[in-house]
């Protein structure tokens, strides 16, 4: 991915004074050096700012209380560039959510004012168009023990290119904020997929295989409980055939079978055997099962008319009710009104005053609204004292109900009394009842048996549903092994491990441990070195501070130069590093001045770095860039700027600083 920094810039808060740009070459090596306390380690924590931290570490003494507005001026590999500007944190440090992005300008079209009312996006959004730019698909990944990490981001490949100075010589820590857990844990499992060797479509598959895992075995316990129990009613089912074919209708002169499955066709058989005796014609019934069928039929009926017969009556009786409650509702409101009696008998007095007040106006609205009152009361009045006959047709209706419902209740009785000379005259009718009752009752409890099975066995059942996850388990599986993840992530960290092996022997790195790659560790994100011995030892089990700043140089270049081979279109590593003060463990740890004397042999090792570090740019076709923030001065690396390889920005010496001394 081409991703590198074209301008870091500067808008400051004291009114009248103009933005300030750091401006960096694009594909080579460039240098910041000065004194201590000018500004160069906040670059790092600005770089990160901008590209949407979820904190601020930029510091909030000098900078903090003169910036208004921090920004990047992004190359993407285009002629135009890309501005991500966020907004200065708040008084307590809270990070702000205030970014302006804009897209495809020219080096020269850099606002000098921010818009943030017209203009402004937050955070979400800027890390959307990052992960776009990074060509980042949107894939997740569950851990075994349940626990999610969030899709990968920009912001997790991004703390790769941050050596700042706590993370150059380090043995412990080797990117940027891997001191935190999240972070970590975020980084360490998306590594693989970080240089190829885990693809998503794989990640994808193994998220599928963990839900369908999770839904076989919840299908499948759902499926033995049913079965457990099916299979517990195999006595009580085999009793039932046993029983059917005691009535004739299955298994003549075969022995029961004891087969679940087998038991169920048999069922089957049954049930269809029932059917058809169930609709034998009258003919083929004896006279005394005839008679006691139709008894049957008639004491339905009689019970559907009944029913008929009770609802006209209670309809009836509900109709009485609400008219002596409507004559109730009426009396009541007349009761209301008497009054009105009174006003209508003094509404026009003798000598034409008013009665309640003794005014000569005639009050000719009151007299309108008391007409209205005394309509109402007369039409109450009306209501209440109606007769209290019942509409015409009334008493006839009830009555006619009423002798129709005796009249059923009696047929009822009579029939009933016939049900009982059947049975205690008729042996044969009693037989064909308790036969007919018995076969139903049979019939019964086998279909309900068999509709029990079949929510087992029907194609939407917990069986077919537990064999199709099975199928799919298996062909996840068979893709996701079809993937050698472990040999392909050995291959790719040999490959990395033998460039890092390459610059580490330009570094000042001790030679027994050159012989041999060194290993990567994607779980601890840490170096592990072969020494001359052959043994196996990390970073933070070997001494001397120079062997860990040459193991960050040197990895970190080899990272830039694998990911400079690939296709950009699967990149993810932004093209840019920038190295904070990697010659930090050359200087004297006690000293008071800028004046860093070194020895001739520590010079050397300073020099090296920077050849390595523009070797390795070169090595990649000039596909990345690095930023070197330094006190080292320049005659260390003059031979660099003359062969063209690094380019030095103006010295931060003599009140030369990355904040202005008119901006305080």
Same mark, same amino acid.
């Given at each position: 991915?081409?991703?590198?920094?074209?301008?870091?810039?500067?808008?400051?808060?004291?009114?009248?004074?103009?933005?300030?740009?750091?401006?960096?070459?694009?594909?080579?090596?460039?240098?910041?050096?000065?004194?201590?306390?000018?500004?160069?380690?906040?670059?790092?924590?600005?770089?990160?700012?901008?590209?949407?931290?979820? /904190?601020?570490?930029?510091?909030?003494?000098?900078?903090?209380?003169?910036?208004?507005?921090?920004?990047?001026?992004?190359? $993407?590999?285009?002629?135009?560039?890309?501005?991500?500007?966020?907004?200065?944190?708040?008084?307590?440090?809270?990070?702000?959510?205030?970014?302006? =992005?804009? @897209?495809?300008?020219?080096?020269?079209?850099?606002?000098?004012?921010?818009? %943030?009312?017209?203009?402004?996006?937050?955070?979400?959004?800027?890390?959307?168009?990052?992960?776009? &730019?990074?060509?980042?698909?949107?894939?997740?990944?569950?851990?075994?023990?349940?626990?999610? =990490? !969030?899709? &990968?981001?920009?912001?997790?490949?991004?703390?790769?290119?941050?050596?700042?100075?706590?993370?150059?010589?380090?043995?412990?820590?080797?990117?940027?904020?891997?001191?935190?857990?999240?972070?970590?844990?975020?980084?360490?499992?998306?590594?693989?997929?970080?240089?190829?060797? @885990?693809?998503?479509?794989?990640?994808?598959?193994?998220?599928?295989?963990?839900?369908?895992?999770? $839904?076989?075995?919840?299908?499948?316990?759902?499926?033995? #409980?049913?079965?457990?129990?099916?299979?517990?009613?195999?006595?009580?089912?085999?009793?039932?055939?046993?029983?059917?074919?005691?009535?004739?209708?299955?298994?003549?002169?075969?022995?029961?079978?004891?087969?679940?499955?087998?038991?169920?066709?048999?069922?089957?058989?049954?049930?269809?055997?029932?059917?058809?005796?169930?609709?034998?014609?009258?003919?083929?019934?004896?006279?005394?099962? +005839?008679?006691?069928?139709?008894?049957?039929?008639?004491?339905?009926? $009689?019970?559907?008319?009944?029913?008929?017969?009770?609802?006209?009556?209670?309809?009836?009786?509900?109709?009485?009710?609400?008219?002596?409650?409507?004559?109730?509702?009426?009396?009541?409101?007349?009761?209301?009104?008497?009054?009105?009696?009174?006003?209508? #008998?003094?509404?026009?007095?003798?000598?034409?005053?008013?009665?309640?007040?003794?005014?000569?106006?005639?009050?000719?609205?009151?007299? %309108?609204?008391?007409?209205?009152?005394?309509?109402?009361?007369?039409?109450?009045?009306?209501?209440?004292?109606?007769?209290?006959?019942?509409?015409?047709?009334?008493?006839?209706?009830?009555?006619?109900?009423?002798?129709?419902?005796?009249?059923?209740? @009696?047929?009822? +009785?009579?029939? *009933?009394?016939?049900?009982?000379?059947?049975?205690?005259?008729?042996?044969?009718?009693? *037989?064909?009842?308790?036969?007919?009752? @018995?076969?139903?009752?049979?019939?019964?409890?086998?279909?309900?048996?068999?509709?029990?099975?079949?929510?087992?066995?029907?194609?939407?059942?917990?069986?077919?549903?537990?064999?199709?996850?099975?199928?799919?388990?298996?062909?996840?599986?068979?893709?996701?092994?079809?993937?050698?993840?472990?040999?392909?992530?050995?291959?790719?960290?040999?490959?990395?491990?033998?460039?890092? *092996?390459? *610059?580490?022997?330009?570094? /000042?790195?001790?030679?027994?441990?050159?012989?041999?790659?060194?290993?990567?560790?994607?779980?601890? &994100?840490?170096?592990?070195?072969?020494?001359?011995?052959? +043994?196996?030892?990390?970073?933070?089990?070997?001494?001397?501070?120079?062997?860990?700043?040459?193991?960050?140089?040197?990895?970190?270049?080899?990272?830039?130069?694998?990911?400079?081979?690939?296709?950009?279109?699967?990149?993810?590593?932004?093209?840019?590093?920038?190295?904070?003060?990697?010659?930090?463990?050359?200087?004297?740890?006690?000293?008071?001045?800028?004046?860093?004397?070194?020895?001739?042999?520590?010079?050397?090792?300073?020099?090296?770095?920077?050849?390595?570090?523009?070797?390795?740019?070169?090595?990649?076709?000039?596909?990345?860039?690095?930023?070197?923030?330094?006190?080292?001065?320049?005659?260390?690396?003059?031979?660099?700027?003359?062969?063209?390889?690094?380019? !030095?920005?103006? %010295?931060?010496?003599?009140?030369?600083?990355?904040?202005? !001394?008119?901006?305080?």
């Amino acid at each position: 991915m081409t991703f590198q920094i074209k301008k870091l810039i500067l808008w400051p808060k004291k009114e009248g004074k103009t933005f300030k740009t750091v401006d960096f070459a694009l594909n080579k090596a460039n240098v910041i050096t000065g004194d201590s306390r000018t500004g160069k380690s906040a670059i790092v924590a600005i770089i990160d700012y901008c590209l949407a931290s979820s /904190d601020c570490l930029i510091p909030r003494d000098v900078i903090g209380d003169s910036v208004a507005w921090y920004g990047l001026l992004i190359s $993407l590999g285009g002629s135009n560039y890309t501005l991500f500007a966020r907004k200065e944190s708040a008084e307590n440090g809270k990070p702000s959510d205030v970014f302006v =992005v804009k @897209e495809d300008i020219a080096e020269d079209e850099i606002p000098a004012t921010l818009d %943030e009312k017209h203009d402004k996006v937050n955070g979400d959004d800027v890390k959307s168009r990052l992960n776009a &730019l990074a060509h980042i698909p949107y894939v997740k990944r569950e851990l075994e023990n349940g626990h999610k =990490v !969030e899709h &990968l981001s920009f912001r997790d490949v991004s703390h790769i290119n941050l050596q700042a100075q706590e993370v150059m010589a380090s043995q412990s820590v080797f990117f940027f904020k891997m001191n935190r857990g999240i972070y970590h844990t975020r980084l360490s499992e998306w590594f693989r997929f970080i240089i190829g060797s @885990e693809p998503a479509w794989r990640i994808e598959a193994q998220q599928d295989l963990k839900v369908a895992k999770r $839904l076989y075995a919840l299908k499948s316990a759902i499926l033995k #409980a049913v079965e457990d129990v099916a299979n517990e009613r195999v006595t009580q089912l085999k009793g039932l055939i046993v029983t059917a074919k005691e009535f004739g209708f299955c298994c003549q002169g075969t022995a029961v079978p004891n087969d679940r499955a087998a038991l169920l066709a048999i069922a089957q058989e049954v049930v269809d055997a029932g059917h058809r005796w169930e609709k034998s014609t009258p003919e083929t019934l004896l006279e005394s099962e +005839r008679e006691y069928r139709k008894l049957i039929e008639e004491d339905n009926a $009689l019970g559907t008319d009944i029913a008929k017969t009770q609802k006209r009556l209670a309809d009836l009786s509900d109709f009485r009710k609400d008219l002596d409650q409507v004559r109730e509702i009426a009396d009541a409101r007349r009761g209301h009104l008497e009054i009105v009696e009174w006003f209508k #008998a003094n509404a026009i007095a003798p000598n034409g005053k008013c009665p309640f007040c003794g005014s000569d106006t005639s009050h000719g609205a009151a007299r %309108e609204e008391l007409g209205k009152l005394v309509r109402d009361l007369e039409h109450y009045a009306a209501m209440a004292s109606a007769q209290s006959d019942l509409p015409q047709g009334y008493e006839e209706e009830e009555r006619n109900a009423k002798n129709e419902l005796f009249s059923l209740l @009696e047929r009822r +009785r009579a029939l *009933r009394e016939r049900f009982d000379v059947v049975r205690n005259n008729d042996e044969e009718a009693r *037989r064909a009842r308790h036969h007919a009752e @018995e076969v139903f009752t049979l019939l019964g409890r086998i279909t309900a048996e068999i509709q029990y099975n079949k929510k087992i066995n029907d194609d939407n059942g917990a069986r077919q549903e537990v064999e199709r996850l099975g199928r799919e388990i298996a062909r996840l599986y068979a893709r996701i092994n079809g993937k050698d993840v472990q040999k392909d992530t050995e291959r790719i960290l040999t490959e990395i491990g033998n460039l890092t *092996r390459m *610059r580490m022997k330009t570094l /000042d790195c001790d030679a027994k441990y050159t012989d041999k790659p060194p290993m990567f560790n994607p779980d601890t &994100l840490n170096i592990t070195l072969t020494d001359d011995k052959d +043994r196996q030892m990390s970073l933070d089990q070997i001494g001397s501070a120079s062997n860990w700043v040459s193991c960050h140089i040197a990895f970190t270049c080899a990272l830039q130069e694998y990911f400079a081979a690939l296709d950009p279109s699967v990149s993810y590593l932004p093209s840019f590093m920038v190295f904070d003060q990697p010659s930090q463990v050359y200087f004297p740890k006690m000293q008071a001045s800028d004046d860093h004397q070194l020895t001739d042999i520590d010079r050397k090792n300073v020099t090296m770095m920077f050849r390595t570090i523009v070797d390795s740019i070169k090595a990649s076709g000039n596909k990345w860039q690095a930023i070197i923030l330094e006190h080292a001065e320049s005659s260390i690396y003059r031979e660099f700027l003359v062969s063209g390889d690094l380019n !030095e920005l103006p %010295e931060w010496r003599n009140g030369e600083k990355l904040i202005p !001394e008119d901006w305080l």
